[in-house]
T-cell receptor
């Protein structure tokens, strides 16, 4: 079983819809992260959480929100999806170096 | 302003030869650097890292070199194998922040 599991793996939806991407980990890490990857831009940090009660904005948090339901679970929400949020989304965990990544969610917003 | 740059979007190398992937950074506060490899439909997987107190770190076929004065690091793969074909990302962080800044990636193709 994967250490970092993301669901769904693929999602196509329409502009204005609310979307939730979920991430769970079995590594027992306190720190969890959400990134998005766009062609030619690498991975950019959206939000991160250092423990259940600690949530922080990353460099591109506008239009996103997160929830840390438990140590093992960190979800990312798009409250009202827009087409330029079409991207590959990755969850990662890591208390020390390195961070460990899930296999990603490919999200398309029409 | 991009703090971590990979100026070569792609690289092709013959099997058995050396692959050299480059990465430049601008923030002098970065003190730990990592390379990740990414296959299609998979997440990035950690490959090798280096602390700023070193100038070289080696792990099997993979060696990372760090030139702090030039703010430059490179990943050497010797010998290159077809299975090394992937996108390689460099990442940088400052100790204690636990946040990574990634480069834009270099797609390596190793030709059999």
């Amino acid at each position: 079983d994967a250490d970092v599991t993301q669901t769904p793996r693929n999602r196509i939806t329409k502009t204005g819809k609310r979307i939730m991407l979920e991430c769970s980990q079995t590594k027992g890490h306190d720190r969890m992260y959400w990134y998005r990857q766009d062609p030619g831009l690498g991975l950019r940090l959206i939000y991160y959480s250092f423990d259940v009660k600690d949530i922080n904005k990353g460099e591109i948090s506008d239009g996103y929100s997160v929830s840390r339901q438990a140590q093992a679970k960190f979800s990312l929400s798009l409250e009202s999806a827009i087409p330029n949020q079409t991207a590959l989304y990755f969850c990662a965990t890591g208390d020390n170096q390195p961070q460990h990544f899930g296999d990603g969610t490919r999200l398309s917003i029409l | 302003d991009q703090q971590v740059k990979q100026n070569s979007p792609s690289l092709s190398v013959q099997e058995g030869r050396i692959s050299i992937l480059n990465c430049d950074y601008t923030n002098s506060m970065f003190d730990y650097f990592l390379w990740y490899k990414k296959y299609p439909a998979e997440g990035p997987t950690f490959l090798i890292s280096i602390s700023s107190i070193k100038d070289k770190n080696e792990d099997g076929r993979f060696t990372v070199f760090l030139n702090k004065s030039a703010k430059h690091l490179s990943l050497h793969i010797v010998p290159s194998q077809p299975g090394d074909s992937a996108v390689y990302f460099c990442a940088a962080t400052t100790s204690g922040t636990y946040k990574y800044i990634f480069g834009t990636g270099t797609r390596l193709k190793v030709l059999a």
